[in-house]
């Protein structure tokens, strides 16, 4: 494994942190798993910008640990909430070209990111302020990259800027900011 890790604005990235061939074997079965019927929601596109489609589904994390999904259960000992009954795994699915809105997710709790593809980019602003929406940062993230945001109300985006798409899978506590 290719560890180095990079710390900033409340995000730490772990480089190549997962194997290559682990990664490879878990976007197949993030691709099997964007169809599948055990989700508890789907998303479909970007709603506000054009563009390449963006698929996520959501399960709760029981689920996917009674799968047989051996690859992604590999990983699943990095999701930062495995004792709670509310956790869950987002699979994600970026066709080429590929931009997410910004966003902050309103979830409690840190989230770990599990990049299953490589050629991906994670932008984030440090201080997000609305009078320059153009200052934001950005990450090149590879296959086997882990991000942990660990900071509420990051707001950030997936890019898939290769040409093949991109796989991801988020680890979430599933329980809302209120």
Request: proline share 6%; charged share 20%.
């Amino acid at each position: 494994m290719n560890y180095g890790s990079l710390e900033v604005a409340g995000i730490t990235v772990v480089k190549g942190g997962v194997e290559r061939s682990t990664c490879e074997s878990i976007a197949l079965e993030c691709e099997e798993l964007l169809f599948s019927h055990l989700a508890i929601d789907f998303d479909r596109g970007n709603p506000t910008e054009a563009g390449p489609p963006i698929w996520q589904r959501q399960y709760r994390l029981s689920i996917i640990k009674g799968s047989g999904l051996v690859s992604i259960n590999c990983v699943l000992g990095l999701h930062p909430y495995p004792q709670s009954p509310d956790a869950t795994v987002i699979v994600n699915g970026q066709e080429p070209g590929a931009v997410q809105n910004f966003h902050s997710d309103i979830v409690q709790g840190s989230q770990v990111i599990v990049q299953a593809s490589s050629g991906g980019a994670f932008d984030y602003y440090p201080n997000f302020d609305p009078l320059n929406p153009d200052d934001f940062d950005s990450l090149d993230v590879g296959i086997g990259d882990i991000i942990m945001c660990n900071r509420s109300f990051i707001r950030h985006r997936g890019r898939n800027p290769s040409d093949q798409t991109r796989y991801n899978l988020v680890f979430t506590s599933g329980l809302a900011i209120e």
